[in-house]
Nanobody
Framework: QVQLVEAGGGLVQPGGSLRLSCAAS????????MAWYRQAPGKQRELVAS???????NYAGSLKGRFTISRDNARNTVFLQMNNLKPEDTAVYYC???????????WGQGTQVTVSS
């Protein structure tokens, strides 16, 4: 079993920055990929970025350059640095992980990010 807990959301003005964190606990050695998704009101959940245990990253095309995903394996934590935030980035951001077994339905509780003046 793996548990994920996000932190770091909040209200920020357009152009501002936020750093989200996701701490994993439980069967840490079974985690292959950690990822961030987001879901805006009335929209489907979408991938923001992912990172493998080896550090290979993948980003949604429209977000690359503003968002950076990183991973601290020693602390079992993944981060999402979000810069130059825009109102359209407003969403609930969820942490997700993919296990080596292929199981991928492991989600955190979500953290709200609101970009507004």
């Amino acid at each position: 079993q793996v548990q994920l807990v996000e932190a770091g959301g909040g209200l920020v003005q357009p152009g501002g920055s936020l750093r989200l964190s996701c701490a994993a606990s439980g069967s840490i050695s079974s985690i292959y990929v950690m990822a961030w998704y987001r879901q805006a009101p009335g929209k489907q959940r979408e991938l923001v970025a992912s990172i493998t245990t080896g550090g290979t990253t993948n980003y949604a095309g429209s977000l690359k350059g503003r968002f950076t995903i990183s991973r601290d394996n020693a602390r079992n934590t993944v981060f999402l640095q979000m810069n130059n935030l825009k109102p359209e980035d407003t969403a609930v951001y969820y942490c997700n992980c993919l296990l080596f077994t292929g199981e991928s339905h492991i989600w955190g509780q979500g953290t709200q990010v609101t970009v507004s003046s």
